[in-house]
């Protein structure tokens, strides 16, 4: 007899969470899994390297093309490793620097919609209309595509708090709604 997948009961995720069904698909699709058997630990903020390992995972794990790793912080045998590669290779990432990634600094909003932006082939965008979002920024076309595409609304009518750390749910919600 074939049965469905168990869903995972996380204790920290109730069912009227604005992120509950994010939760379920990105643990379904493999994309992450709960902090424990029990936990999901959806107010915790996630870092540069597991921001792109979920998007990697989402992709289907991809091998990377290239073996060349052009950033001293990230070294082979890390779980993030062919992710970061596979990041580069697709034009998601390039890094904090020419030689660095930054892998274990928190990911804000900004960075969180521009990888995602990136993941989606940079699509054109207009508009904007979030007064700490400036026009030249480099997240800017991401937070506008985020915010047309339903991905993400501002923390308010007139803000988007792009450095503001992104949390578990928060992330996991962004690219549930953009594969939507």
Not at 81 to 91: K, R
Not at 121 to 140: E, N, Q, R
Request: some cysteine.
């Amino acid at each position: 007899i074939e049965t469905e997948p168990e869903t995972p009961e996380f204790t920290d995720v109730p069912t009227s969470a604005y992120y509950y069904d994010a939760v379920l698909w990105a643990v379904e699709n493999g994309v992450t899994e709960g902090t424990s058997a029990t936990t999901f630990s959806p107010d915790m903020s996630c870092t540069r390297a597991q921001m792109v390992t979920f998007l990697w995972r989402a992709a289907g794990s991809p091998e990377p093309v290239t073996t060349t790793n052009p950033f001293t912080d990230v070294n082979s045998g890390v779980y993030y490793y062919d992710a970061v590669l596979w990041a580069v290779e697709q034009g998601i990432t390039s890094g904090t620097s020419a030689t660095t990634f930054a892998p274990d600094a928190t990911c804000t909003r900004a960075q969180t919609v521009t990888f995602l932006y990136r993941a989606a082939g940079s699509p054109a965008v207009s508009g904007g209309s979030f007064s700490d979002v400036s026009a030249d920024a480099y997240y800017a076309d991401a937070v506008a595509w985020a915010v047309s595409e339903g991905v993400t609304v501002g923390t308010s009518d007139t803000t988007f708090s792009p450095d503001m750390n992104c949390t578990r749910a928060q992330i996991v919600t962004f690219m549930y709604r953009a594969a939507q």
